[in-house]
């Protein structure tokens, strides 16, 4: 019976309930042992031999129905090979997807990268995610899985980085794989935390222009000063969320952009807060306005934010693709839009041309 104690988990098992009424209740288990280090098998064959000695009902059948644990294990062993079926998966994928352009997958380590994929399907990395990124940018599986995971403890730890943001981060910026980016990831959060802005907030700011982490700082300073010059500090960060390229856009870029949108087109601050006009230049932007203006669908409101037709939003005239601008916005056909912008950009080449002639004068 003893023996049977030892055997069984302690934990909620009604083996173990029986057992300990039989030996009495004030039974109480060694220090030294530990029952969860014994596996199923040994509780299964002790039951096998119990049963052929004696006339007691248990069956090796109803234990394994009925014990919770062995239910866990079959669960577990379960994911376990899916999670090598996903990791082949992906693995396969990447490897056909490379050796079409690099041929470059036979120098990798294969173990390293299964541990690699199997890290990131721990973090909850979707597969489709991971065999895109990773077929972009095969260079991330040269790195060491113990690279991986110190960076990974680094991001989660003291940069209250999401596991979910991590592969698109170190895609972006592979030298925090090599080490080299730490201090000025350091910098760039304890910046953006001194402007007022939250956790969370931060690390979007970071996951959508990984470009601050090449970036002088000082230059971002500036280009922050400069904006609070032009916006109230509540909607500079309110931009930055939205248009964290212009902290690291030059400062002319940015401004030229800013100076058309209010002047040429009257649109107000609201508008350009909701909208991701930062991420087009600006001769997308004139384009995109002056289509509207010939077909008669712009105008620009006057001082008391009167226009003579009903403007689209500037977020629709911005952030529409091609198809959708035309056909929702300009309620005009594709085609027709496609060829004003070759027209337009005809213009913007002959105007670069003309001010590259005028300046070659002028020496």
């Known amino acids: 019976m003893c023996l049977l104690m030892r055997l069984v988990p302690k934990k909620n098992c009604h083996i173990f309930k029986i057992a300990q009424s039989l030996m009495g209740t004030c039974f109480k288990w060694p220090k030294t042992f530990q029952p969860e ?8 064959q002790y039951v ?61 380590c294969k173990e390293e990268c299964f541990k690699i994929l199997e890290l990131l399907l721990q973090w909850r990395v979707p597969e489709e995610e991971i065999t895109q990124i990773l077929s972009e940018f095969p260079e991330l599986l040269t790195f060491a899985h113990s690279k991986w995971e110190e960076a990974a403890k680094k991001l989660l730890r003291d940069y209250r980085f999401n596991q979910s943001q991590l592969l698109q981060l170190l895609a972006e910026t592979p030298s925090i794989l090599e080490g080299s980016a730490w201090k000025t990831l350091y910098d760039v959060i304890a910046l953006l935390r001194s402007w007022g802005i939250r956790e969370g907030k931060m690390q979007m700011i970071v996951i959508k222009n990984p470009d601050l982490l090449q970036t002088n700082l000082k230059t971002i300073s500036n280009n922050y000063a400069k904006l609070c010059e032009v916006f109230t500090k509540s909607n500079v960060i309110s931009l930055l969320l939205s248009n964290p390229v212009i902290l690291t856009d030059e400062w002319e870029v940015t401004y030229s952009k800013i100076t058309y949108v209010f002047d040429r087109m009257g649109a107000k601050t609201a508008e350009i807060l909701r909208s991701h006009m930062f991420k087009h230049n600006l001769e997308y ?29 500037l977020q629709n005239i ?26 337009k950009r005809q213009e913007f080449e002959d105007a670069q041309s003309s001010d590259v002639e005028s300046e070659d004068e002028l020496f």
């Not at 952030?319 to 085609?335: E, I, M, N, P, R």
């Open 48 to 108: 096998n031999c119990s049963t052929q000695s004696s006339s007691s009902s248990w069956s090796t059948e109803s234990i394994t129905d009925k014990t919770p644990f062995l239910e866990t294990h079959r669960q577990s062993q379960k994911v376990q090979d899916q999670s090598l079926e996903t990791i082949c998966r992906i693995y396969n994928a990447i490897s056909k997807e490379r050796e079409k352009i690099h041929n470059n997958m036979k120098s990798l």
């Open 285 to 313: 932007i004139i384009t995109r306005h002056e289509f509207l203006e010939r077909a008669g669908l712009y105008s620009k409101p006057n001082k008391h934010g009167v226009s003579k037709c009903e403007n689209a939003p």
């Open 318 to 343: 911005t952030d529409s693709d091609d198809k959708a601008f035309a056909q929702l916005v300009a309620s005009l056909s594709h085609a027709e839009y496609m060829a004003f912008v070759d027209i």
């Open 37 to 44: 280090l014994f596996s199923h098998h040994w509780q299964l």
